[in-house]
């Protein structure tokens, strides 16, 4: 089964999955935002082929979700956060597909 994908726009509720879930991909972007849209058919079709449902995928658009996008401090996006047991263990910004691809074949090994 691939990853599961869904839409938080709290602090609140991003601190709770981030307690129950050991496995939480974050993808922070915008509707109006090119860069954004540019990765999100790679993004998208990568979480539903290689990543199972061990993981959470949380989109999140920064502009119905201020709050976490606060939260998060995010300054530019697209922007893509990976924790692991409520820790945060890296990110990248911009759409940039070599930065991308190395972000996502990192999740791998926790398939």
């Known amino acids: 089964m691939p990853a599961r994908i869904i ?7 991003f601190k709770e999955l981030l307690k129950k879930e ?5 993808k922070a972007g915008a ?11 790679y993004f998208d079709k990568y979480t539903e ?12 658009d920064i ?8 939260f998060l401090r995010i300054q530019s996006i697209p922007q893509l956060f990976f ?5 945060l263990q890296t990110t990248i910004i ?3 597909k070599n930065d991308l691809e190395k972000f996502l ?5 926790y398939i």
């Open 94 to 96: 911009g759409s940039d």
């Open 31 to 41: 509707e109006w935002c090119g860069p954004c849209k540019q990765i999100s058919k």
């Open 22 to 26: 050991k496995l939480v991909v974050v």
């Open 83 to 87: 924790y692991l047991n409520g820790e």
């Open 63 to 70: 502009d119905s979700g201020r709050d976490l996008k606060t």
């Open 7 to 13: 839409h938080l726009q709290n602090r609140a509720e």
């Open 49 to 60: 082929c290689y990543l199972n449902n061990n993981f959470i995928v949380v989109k999140l």
């Open 105 to 109: 074949e990192g999740l791998l090994i």
